[in-house]
C-alpha cells in the first residue's frame, strides 16, 4: 500500500535518536487523546442529569459522586458537575494545544535538521557530482522538497497518529454501548472516506509529482532569465519567459488545488450523512421508547461522540490525502541523504602545505561517468615555481578537464598526482588543495564589501585589514579601489556587476594572495579583457611566478606568447611542451592554433 510505503521512508529518513523522540510523542498522543474523549464525554451524563435529575439517585455512579462531592440537592450536584465538567473540558483542550505546539516544534526541528544534512551531503559530494548535475535540481530540493515534506508529510504523519489514537478510543467506547451501531457508524464514516480515498490515491500521486515537477522547473527558469538578463532584453524574450514562467505557474497551482479540493471536499458529503443519520437514530429510539427520558442521555452520547468523530475522520483522511500527494518528496529526500560518498577526502580539515614548488602528472589516464573515451590519455607534465606555466589548446581539447586533475578535483582512473616530488595520496590531496588559489574565468564576487571578498571564507572579525591591502597591492588592484566611493569597504553589489573584466581578476588574484595560497590556477583569465588589458594582467603574472606557483589555461596568442612553459593539449593527448619559440618552431599544430587565434583576435 502506498501509504505504508511512505510511512517506512519517512522512518529511513528520520536518524535514531528523532525515531526515541517520536515513540515518546506517540506516548504523549495516546494520554491526550485519553484526555480529550474524557472532557468530551463528560458533556453527556451532565446533559442526563439536566435532562433528568432523578437519574441522579437511580444511577450508582452519579449517586457516589453525589455522596463523595458531600451534595445536598440535586441542583446543587448538577452545579458542581457542570463544573467539574467544565474543567475537564478546559484541561482536555490544553492538552489538545500542547500536543499541536509539541507536534508542531518536533516536526519542525526535523525539517531543520533534513535540510542541514541535505545541504551537508549535497556540498561534500565529489566534484564531478557537481560538474554533471544541474544545480537548479539540487537548490529545489534543498528548499522546495524539504519544506514540503515537513509540512505536508512529516507533519499530516503524526496528525495521523494522534487523530487514529482518538478514533479508535471512540469506536473502542461505543462498542462498550451498542456495538451494532459503533460498527455501523465506523463503517459509514471510515468507509466513505475509503473508498473517497481509494478513488483518488492515483491522482493525488500524479498531481504531487507536478507539484515537484513545477519546483525545479520554477527555480531553473528564475535562475536562467536573472542570470541572463542581458541576452533576454536584447533579444526582446521578457514576452516569451513571462509566458513560460506562467505557464509553470499555472499547472502547479492547478494540482496545487486539486489536492487541496480532494483532501476537504468530501467532508460535507460525509457530515450531511452523518448527521442525518444521528437525526434517524434519534427518531427510531422515540418511536420505539415512546418517552424521552432514556432517548436523550444516549442520543446526547451519540452526538457528542459524531460531534469529535467526524472532525477526527476528516483530519485522518486530509493527513492521509497530504501525505499520497506529496509522499513523491519523501523518495526524493530518502535517496539524496541516503548518497554514498566514494571518497571522505573532502571532508577533513587539513592546513596547508609550507612550500610548494614543483606539481607533476605522471601518465594520467581520466574517463567521465559513463562515458567510453579517455578525457585524458596518458599525460604527464610538471609545473615549477618561477616559471609562468600555461595549458593551451583549442575548445574540447581537456584542457579544463587537465585543469581539475591538476586541482585535486577529478580523480584519474590510473595515473598519479605529485607535489614536491611526493605522490599524493587520499590523504594529502585536502592540504594540497588548500595551498591552492583558483581564478576561474567568471569570478564568484560576493554581494559583500572588497574587504570581505579578498578575505573570502573569513570571519569578519578575524579579517587582517593591513594584510588585504597588501593583497590587493600585489595584485595590482589597489589603484582601482582606492577611487571606489567607500575604498575597500565598498559593497560590490550582487555577483559585482559593476566591476569590469580586469577588475574581476585582480579581485580573484588579491584572494589568492591574501590566504597565502602557494599556487595559482587560472581559467581563461584575460579571455573578457582588450589587448592593452590582457597584456598588463600576464605582465603582473610574471612578476608574481617567483613567489607563487602559476599555471594558467588559455587559448589567447597574447597571454600564450608571455608563457615560459606552453603544454599543448589535443583530444586528451599532450601533443607539445616547451617555450613559445620551441613550439612554433617544431609544432604545427601549435602554429595553426595561434595563426586562428590571431585572426580572431584580430
Known amino acids: 500500500m502506498y501509504i505504508l510505503e511512505i510511512t517506512k521512508k519517512i522512518f529511513l529518513i528520520l536518524d535514531e535518536k528523532q525515531k526515541k523522540n517520536l515513540l515518546i ?23 442526563a442529569i439536566i435532562s433528568n435529575p432523578d437519574a441522579i439517585v437511580k444511577n450508582s455512579a452519579y449517586f457516589y459522586l453525589y455522596k463523595l462531592m458531600h451534595c445536598e440537592t440535586n441542583s446543587q450536584f448538577i452545579i458542581y458537575f457542570g463544573v467539574l465538567s467544565m474543567l475537564l473540558i478546559f484541561v482536555s483542550n490544553f492538552f489538545s494545544a500542547i500536543t499541536l505546539w509539541l507536534l508542531l516544534k518536533f516536526s519542525i526541528s526535523i525539517g531543520r535538521n533534513i535540510q542541514y544534512r541535505l545541504y551537508q551531503n549535497f556540498l561534500t559530494r565529489e566534484y564531478i557530482y557537481h560538474k554533471s548535475n544541474n544545480y537548479n535540481s539540487t537548490i529545489s530540493i534543498i528548499t522546495q522538497d524539504a519544506p514540503r515534506f515537513v509540512y505536508m508529510v512529516l507533519q499530516q504523519f503524526l496528525i495521523l497518529l494522534s487523530q487514529l489514537f482518538i478514533a479508535g478510543i471512540i469506536i473502542v467506547g461505543l462498542l462498550f454501548i451498542n456495538p451494532t451501531i459503533a460498527i455501523l457508524t465506523g463503517l459509514l464514516i471510515g468507509g466513505s472516506y475509503l473508498l473517497t480515498y481509494a478513488y483518488l490515491r492515483r491522482s493525488l500521486a500524479k498531481h504531487g509529482q507536478q507539484v515537484s ?26 514576452k516569451k519567459y513571462i509566458g513560460r514562467f506562467d505557464n509553470i505557474v499555472e499547472k502547479g497551482a492547478s494540482s496545487s488545488a486539486f489536492i487541496a479540493l480532494s483532501s476537504d471536499i468530501p467532508k460535507f458529503i460525509i457530515e450531511t450523512v452523518s448527521f442525518s443519520a444521528i437525526l434517524l437514530l434519534a427518531i427510531l429510539l422515540l418511536v420505539k421508547s415512546g418517552t424521552t427520558e432514556n432517548v436523550i442521555p444516549l442520543l446526547s452520547i451519540y452526538a457528542i461522540a459524531g460531534y469529535k468523530l467526524l472532525p477526527t475522520m476528516q483530519q485522518i483522511y486530509k493527513s492521509i490525502s497530504s501525505i499520497s500527494a506529496h509522499g513523491v518528496t519523501a523518495s526524493t529526500l530518502l535517496r539524496e541523504l541516503q548518497y554514498t560518498q566514494t571518497t571522505t577526502t573532502h571532508l577533513l580539515d587539513a592546513p596547508p602545505m609550507k612550500a610548494v614548488s614543483q606539481i607533476a602528472l605522471n601518465n594520467i589516464n581520466y574517463r567521465y561517468p559513463n562515458k567510453p573515451e579517455l578525457a585524458l590519455d596518458q599525460v604527464s607534465v610538471e609545473f615549477y615555481l618561477g616559471s609562468l606555466n600555461t595549458i593551451a589548446g583549442s575548445s574540447g581539447s581537456g584542457k579544463s578537464t587537465l585543469a581539475d586533475v591538476v586541482l585535486g578535483l577529478l580523480k584519474p582512473e590510473a595515473g598519479t598526482l605529485q607535489c614536491n616530488n611526493q605522490t599524493l595520496n587520499d590523504a594529502d590531496v585536502r592540504s594540497y588543495q ?52 567607500n575604498g575597500i569597504e565598498t559593497q560590490l553589489g550582487q555577483d559585482g556587476k559593476l566591476l569590469s573584466g580586469g577588475q574581476r581578476q585582480r579581485i580573484g588574484i588579491a584572494r589568492a594572495l591574501y590566504r597565502e595560497n602557494k599556487v595559482l590556477i587560472l581559467d581563461e583569465p584575460t579571455s573578457a579583457l582588450d589587448i592593452e588589458s590582457e597584456y598588463e594582467f600576464m605582465s603582473l603574472l610574471r612578476l608574481l611566478k617567483d ?42 599544430a601549435f602554429r595553426e592554433m595561434m595563426d586562428k587565434g590571431s585572426m580572431d583576435a584580430a
Open 25 to 47: 510523542m506517540l506516548a504523549f498522543f495516546l494520554l491526550s487523546a485519553l484526555i480529550q474523549i474524557i472532557g468530551a464525554s463528560s458533556i453527556a451524563p451532565f446533559i
Open 213 to 238: 515537477y513545477q519546483a525545479q522547473q520554477t527555480q531553473a527558469i528564475l535562475s536562467e532569465s536573472f542570470i541572463g538578463i542581458k541576452d533576454i532584453i536584447l533579444n526582446s524574450l521578457e
Open 434 to 485: 588548500h595551498s591552492i588559489g583558483y581564478v576561474p574565468q567568471q569570478i564568484f564576487i560576493l554581494d559583500d564589501t572588497v574587504m570581505a571578498n579578498v578575505a573570502f571564507g573569513v570571519a569578519p572579525e578575524d579579517i587582517d585589514k593591513q594584510k588585504v591591502l597588501q593583497a590587493l597591492k600585489s595584485a595590482n588592484a589597489i589603484s582601482f579601489v582606492e577611487k571606489m566611493p
Open 547 to 588: 613567489q607563487v606557483l602559476i599555471v594558467v589555461i588559455s587559448h589567447r596568442p597574447a597571454a600564450i606568447k608571455l608563457s615560459d612553459q606552453i603544454i599543448l593539449v589535443d583530444d586528451g593527448k599532450i601533443i607539445g611542451k616547451g617555450s613559445y619559440e620551441v613550439l612554433c618552431n617544431t609544432n604545427e
